[in-house]
């Protein structure tokens, strides 16, 4: 069982998008898939209902024992964790819960929302103190080849390097699929399979799999940290 935790502190940043996009995605590959829903929102549960398939599990957890309950998962091959916004003892649980797998952090291309973001490195400092926790960023609801969006690929790649997380090359552009396959209970690869938005969700999960089997080979990691 692997896990995958997307979160942001800050709000807004499409973090349920990408978990119920990232679960479809496993479940089209034939991976047994979990989406645990960390938010008191429960917009990933949202779209459990209006989805027509069984095929993607999702339950809610939204008391700080995220950490603790994923080990019981192990019947599952994929745990994706939405977690909530906003600074809370839930949030600090599913931060850690990541120690088994990989933290994945959507932010939006702009300076305010790179700066709200640096609370969540902040949270994932605090949790490094205690916990292995690597960590990826990407940037989401891009709107491509703008000025805004280059200063501000400048400016994440400073502040993620400064915190240890990768920032990957990987972007989800503003598609108006992405919505529309929401509400249908879809991931974008079922509603539009073949679309731009669907070869960007295609490509991201494939690079979070690749970084997540990597960090998952304790001997592999092991060697490289000793490097």
Sequence with gaps: MKVIVVANQKGGVGKS??????????????????????????????????????????????????????????S????????????????????????NGLLVIPILPSQYDIWATEDTFNILKDARIYKDIPAVAF????????????????????????????????????RVDFKKSISEGKGVMEYAPGSKASQEVQALYETIIQRLNREVQPDVTHATKAD
């Design 76 to 99: 599952f091959d994929l745990v994706i964790v939405d977690a909530g916004g906003r600074d809370s003892a839930v949030f600090r649980s599913a931060i850690v819960a990541a120690e």
């Design 17 to 74: 998008t990408v978990s119920c996009n990232l679960g479809v995605a496993a479940v089209m590959e034939g991976k047994k898939t979990l989406i645990i829903d960390a938010d008191p929102q429960g917009s990933s549960a949202t779209f459990r209902t209006v989805r027509q398939s069984d095929n993607l599990k999702v339950i809610s957890i939204v008391k700080p024992t995220i950490h603790k309950d994923i080990p019981d998962f192990t």
């Design 139 to 174: 940037f989401n609801q891009v709107l491509p080849n703008t000025t805004v969006t280059r200063e501000a690929i400048e400016t994440l790649q400073d502040m993620t390097a400064e915190n240890e997380v990768e920032l990957l090359t990987n972007q989800l552009s503003q």
